[in-house]
């Protein structure tokens, strides 16, 4: 069943994240650095690994992301 979003607000000093429920509850939230090296060509990259190792650490299955 898919009732998970992840969110991203993506700022210049810091990107915020987080795992919400389709019924709005939040269930993990995290913050990193805007990686913006090379001109900006890593921050979403940089996202992404950041949301990939964290639906690890939190044993999250891919398939409930919407």
Request: overall charge neutral.
């Amino acid at each position: 069943m898919k009732d998970l979003i992840i969110g991203i607000d993506l700022g210049g000093t810091t990107t915020k994240s987080a795992i919400i429920k389709t019924n709005g509850e939040l269930l993990h939230q995290w913050t990193i650095e805007t990686n913006t090296e090379q001109n900006g060509k890593q921050i979403i990259p940089t996202i992404i690994a950041s949301i990939k190792q964290t639906i690890v650490e939190q044993q999250i299955a891919m398939a409930r992301i919407l």
